[in-house]
């Protein structure tokens, strides 16, 4: 019997490489995960309203395009998702990741937060309703190893029951 | 792993050729989507019921068998869609599509609609539903190629990050 | 034990007396109900947006700005309803009444229909969803009064067993 | 018979007097609104885990402690709420605010967002998802008075169809 | 405070006076219990829809209105059930009482059925489905006087730990 | 891209051909349907709860044991079930197909029913929640037909708009 | 206003006085909470099946009887509660405690334990869906009088912004 | 057309072989079933939590890690599954498994008990919620055969109707 995908859902943060790192760990690992995501172009991501449906003058309503654009991803992707990462970097306020946690959490999704120890007391609301949080990304692919295959580093070879 | 399906039901308006032309878009782009549809013979739909399930005296109960006969394959295309894509045309009053919509947002659904811009103030509640408001179905073909696929028109080739 | 409230939102036309039609039978056959309604004078509902969160240029979006402000409204009220009404009138294209059909019988309430029989037609998918089509005001007030009460015109005075 | 009640919650910024204006300004014009807050006094709503259940040597699980201890709050006030209005102010991150703005789109809740232009682009992707987005409490306070009773100011005393 | 009032629906057989015993048992025991029900005088309740809404030729279409016309009022009243007792006699065929029993079990409702003995075997998937499956009306009230206040014949006074 | 697979749910009588002339009409017009059904062996039907769990004294207990094991198979079949076919015949009450299409309308499946003309007046509720009412399987598989590919008897090969 | 009634389910051990605790806390508190719980007379619990239904040879089916009849209440009140509190002893293994925390957390119920530090390990899985976990009832009582009114112990009288 | 794959979730004890059981019984009948587990590697279990996030001072929070960890294991695969079979052996209290049978009823799965017949009476509540009480492993692969494909042991060849 083919082995089941499991659908993992990256939200947040879109500066840093930690997307392509939770893709390279996963991939070395071999694990049976489909990868989704938000549209990491900035520029796309800002302007995918207006450049499809016509511009706006306003900027909030040129924001606003572009917001419900790209809402049409991320409503199918997340609702789909079976694991949502959420991830929180320094630089931005990133309300629309905790927006992503929230949907996520009141979906009953199982949400893992990704953020340093110095964003904990910020996050405390975030990461009390998350099932686990992570500092780096290759704490959620162990994560993910040990979710879907019972591998733990540093044990030997553990096998979920099947 | 296999690209995944997305699953875009076209209602509304049947006279005119506007699902061919996303149809034939969609397959131009290469984009992974299964486009489904109500039965879009006009006489067929409006006699499906009576044709099969018996003859009616009354014009009301011709069209409720119709009606429901029709719904069969509705309410199984639409609850299942991803995306659902109203379209509104000048000739009819389309209720059907707008209730549709209806449906389709109460479920959840990410629903676009597509409609000439003189029918903006009419359509105004349904439009404030959906999350895009296309005027072409060239439009709608673009909105699904940015959302699946990150691909933006004059940009270079952006790419989600899988 | 309190007679058990119901409430019954009016959803539709705003241009004839049909909802005041309805309250006037509904006070006068003394039947236990809450008509709740959208806001129904044209311009406020039209102007609502702007007049409280700032003019707008473009008319697309002084009507987005209005129909998400009502839609605070329809949500709420729609949604605790246990009778949802939509009336068609012969004018106007009224979209946004058959998109409160399609959400109200997404959510599972009880829907009825208030129309012409001109309109029988046109409205076929619209009335396959609903429990009721009425012609007049006066035979939803009779629906009530038989549903709540088991009041039927013309019988001698039957009661629901309670 | 006795007017609706409409459940109003208050999410977000607690350093401000926001939720005063908006408490002046319904008790002012009367409105049927009950509002909602979670426990706004910053210390206690920090320290209740640990001042409760015992003290934890970390301050992540200090945190944890005071975040679950809110969320039984949160959980049960804004999953009842009509409406959720959700402030943003400029000096905290408040992921909380956006967390509950997305658990209260998930639930289908009707969100209001409350913060100056200057985080429109920030916030684009929650007012997205808000039927209205104000900047200040009294227009807070005239939403829920139009949404309400139909009240609009400098429009002669218009109202419900009720 | 005041006592939690429970909402019973009694679905099923019209043609006994089952409805009659149970409520005055809830009553002789004071139970804060209110029993809703179907309408119950035959013909009402076969004639109501044609009788509103207008005559119709065939017999099939006239009981297709009365029946909708009747799920208005079952629609609401068994949605809002605590606790649907169904009854099943031994003259008819009754498949609007075994609907009833699915739609609530469906819904999640505590089911009781209620029936003689001798059809145990035909009712053996309703039952499976059922809390309690009595053979008298008396048993019903004695369940819902130990369901909701812990009384119990034969027992000393019990009482619900509060 | 594959034909989506229509998942269709037998529910009822046991004792006639009636799924097998199904089977065969929807394996002759080649149409993408799996059918799936209650086991229909009588005898292990009553008996495969006792048989697997041990045996019972009482006929009510050797029943139930038999009605739980089958609602294994009812619960997770009719549950994924795109359209839920239910068959009333002359012999039996088979209040179990009336449960399970109570079941299936409260879970917002589409609903048709299958019987003779002579069952109308008592099959009047459950026939009202259904979007179909056939009198013979052959007129099944043409519904079946129409709504998964728009073939309608005696008219020019009409396809839906894919 | 009337200041919000808060419903708390007390569910698991019935051996001590753990509930008599919590309810003169409530009260000599003032909280505006209504207490349900289970039957705690166990020999009632345990034989009210029997007892109404008729009596059975078989330890087994004289314990479903009971348990199904108590399930009555229990999906009542759990249902509609917004605290459940879970208590664990030592004596017994009260499967049931658990089995309800399961259903109260898959609800979306806020749910708190109570129980010994020395039970932490064994109940490690039910702790980790709870969102305060208690050692004494007084703890239960002061999480409800922060969580309703923001009372904190030892704190000036801190208040919840309304 | 391919068999359809059942999905089964094996919750519960750890320290027997009953898994191993059931899918060498599944394997050895050929049924298309998937069988999920948690991590059945008792230590592991136990400490995948601090393992890959960091080790804790506290045994609480050591535990807490460990159980949301394998929360979101559970929640997917549990939440995903047709048949919750839920195993209950001597040694341990095991409020785990009754908490995921707990869940699994709410979420309206198909739950199969498995435990001695000493455990019956502590168990009542558990079974009442079950479809099926199961005393071996190999009942439990007979349940399955029989659900799956009517095969029933000492009968002719029985078939399910497709």
């Given at each position: ?22 893709a390279?760990?996963v ?14 172009v900035h ?28 809402a ?32 996520a ?9 990704l953020?340093?120890a ?9 990461d009390a309703?998350?099932?686990a949080?992570?500092?780096t ?8 190893a ?17």
């Amino acid at each position: 019997m083919a082995e089941r995908t499991w659908n993992v859902y990256l939200s947040g943060e879109i500066h840093t490489d930690w997307r392509e790192r939770i893709a390279q760990g996963v991939e070395r690992a071999g694990l049976p995960v489909r990868l989704d995501a938000p549209i990491c172009v900035h520029e796309d991501s800002d302007d995918c309203g207006t450049a499809i449906l016509g511009a706006e003058d306003k900027a909030f309503w040129h924001d606003r395009k572009g917001a419900t654009m790209n809402a049409i991803r991320t409503r199918t992707l997340l609702g789909e998702a079976d694991v949502v990462v959420v991830r929180f970097g320094d630089k931005y306020r990133q309300w629309n990741a905790a927006f992503d946690a929230g949907s996520a959490a009141a979906l009953g999704k199982a949400v893992i937060t990704l953020h340093g120890a110095d964003l904990n007391h910020a996050l405390k609301e975030v990461d009390a309703a998350a099932l686990a949080v992570c500092e780096t990304p290759e704490q959620v692919v162990r994560a993910l190893a040990y979710v879907i295959r019972g591998e733990l580093p540093g044990r030997k070879g553990s096998l979920a029951a099947e």
